[in-house]
């Protein structure tokens, strides 16, 4: 336990201790509510939809949560890269518990993140449906945070420098982003679009957030949390499985 | 003291194609100032991978303190300490805060890890600088930093992995200063790598000597000489590994570890 905590601990000093990652990571969703709720708003109401803004933040709070994941496995790669991550590898403590304190510590991150965005949006003038929903958004949330973390730790594991990173990120999260309905609904996109948003996970997480936040679902809260379940599961195996094969 | 504290037996490391550690075999005895030189790419950090169960070896056996490294890597691991070719330092946080991460990997009591840190921090001269973020440490100062963290948990062994590079001639004084030291009084046996012949010839008991994989001569400085008929380390060394620069090929992960040679132009 005492390890766990203490490789936790080190990821929430780093974090806290970096202001301009802070204000980065949560920059950049703002300026998505900012241009998209506001830039789109008019057109959305005048289709007859109602108030973007309500609709566009699940979308954008499940971005955030996912950008930070990617930033968080930059992190893993930069230890894997530049040291730290063998001092903790040939410390005498399983493989298991070094990839639990620092993906707790990069979930917590996330959270945060996350929650921070959602403040945010409350004071830019977004009303949940419910507020006791809210708290089954919360856990939507910590259940992504663990997924998302879990697959940055296995994808860390894996890639060998920072282009390859990148290109993941530009070929793995860009289009699973986009095909999530974060920023569009779902209902009557064209048939191809259609499939592949049925096919991404991340559609269900967002659909999960838009029901217990703004009372709107697409494939229905118990196909959502199904869905979490089963990627947060499939994750963290991925993570155990390449992690616990690194060799430095 | 007759069991080898340090043991490899025919240890071959391959990676794919090309066999970066050849059928090795050596012994260091405990308290033993071991030095491990050979040119870039010899097989030098791989073995040390394997010997810290960073890296598994094809085959062969290798024994840590009676422990089998493969097996129990846990025992393995808690004898000895590190310091690595690259700074494994968390930057971000203080020299005491990665004191505190490095006690609490290496489970040493709570009631114990403030004295333990004050005292080793002191002996490589940084308490006062203690709360300083890592990231505004000279590179002599994240040195001793590591050596004190190596040292946090009472390791039979210490390995260095070219602790000296980069470092000025000060630093690197001061540095095989406390080595010396603790070899010495707490009977440590230290295991090292360098590129540096003056510091094994000065420093190390015995020396073995690793070219392209396989070792090729094992002995004091005075042996290695004797045995080359040459008059120094520098002269035993050139002898026995030839004067061809090498081309060094990365294999790791991580691109800075495991390194094999091709054999590259002539010196003219």
Known sequence: MDVIYILWLRQMKRYVRSRSRVLGAIGQPILFLLALGYGLGSVYKRAGQGNFLQFLVPGIIVQTILFSGVFWGIQILFDKRFGFLKEMLVAPVSRLRVLLGNALGGATISFFQGIFVLVISVALGFRPYNWAYLLVSLLVMIALCLALTSFGAGLASIVEDFQGFQGINNFIIFPLYFLSGALYPLTNVPTFLRILSEANPLSYCVDAMRYTMIHQTHFGLLKDLIVLFITVVVCMAFAVNRFNRIQA | ?268
Do not use: C
């Not at chain 2, 085959?59 to 310091?83: C, P, W, Y």
């Not at chain 2, 890890?113 to 100062?141: C, F, N, Q």
């Not at chain 2, 991580?254 to 094999?260: C, E, F, I, P, S």
């Open chain 2, 1 to 268: 003291m007759s069991e080898p504290i340090i043991a490899a037996e025919d240890v071959v490391k391959r990676f794919g194609e090309i066999t970066a550690v050849d059928s090795i075999s050596f012994e260091v005895k405990a308290g033993e100032i071991f030095a491990f030189l050979g040119p870039n790419g010899a097989g030098k950090s791989t073995t040390i991978s394997m010997l810290t169960t960073m890296l598994r070896p094809t085959s062969g056996k290798l024994m840590l303190n009676g422990h089998d490294v493969t097996k129990e890597q846990d025992s393995a691991r808690k004898s000895f300490g590190i310091v690595f070719q690259d700074p494994a330092l968390e930057e971000e946080l203080t020299a005491y805060e990665n004191m505190v991460i490095h006690a609490v990997l290496y489970h040493i009591p709570k009631a114990e890890r403030a004295g333990r840190i004050e005292e080793l921090l002191k002996l490589v001269d940084l308490w006062e600088r203690r709360d300083s973020y890592v990231k505004t440490y000279s590179g002599g100062m994240r040195r001793r930093l590591e050596v004190a963290r190596g040292l946090m948990h009472h390791p039979k062994i210490l390995f260095l992995d070219e602790p000296t590079l980069g470092l000025d001639t000060q630093t690197r004084n001061l540095l095989w200063d406390y080595v010396e030291r603790l070899s010495r009084r707490e009977g440590m046996t230290i295991f090292f790598t360098t590129h540096y012949l003056d510091e094994a010839e000065a420093v190390a008991d015995r020396i073995a000597i690793i070219d392209h994989g396989k070792i090729v001569a094992t002995g004091s400085s005075v042996q290695l000489a004797k045995q080359t008929k040459t008059e120094t380390l520098e002269g035993a060394y050139l002898e026995l590994t030839g004067k061809e620069v090498r081309d060094e090929t990365s294999l790791s992960n991580d691109g800075l570890n495991v390194r094999t040679a091709r054999r590259n132009e002539r010196l003219r």
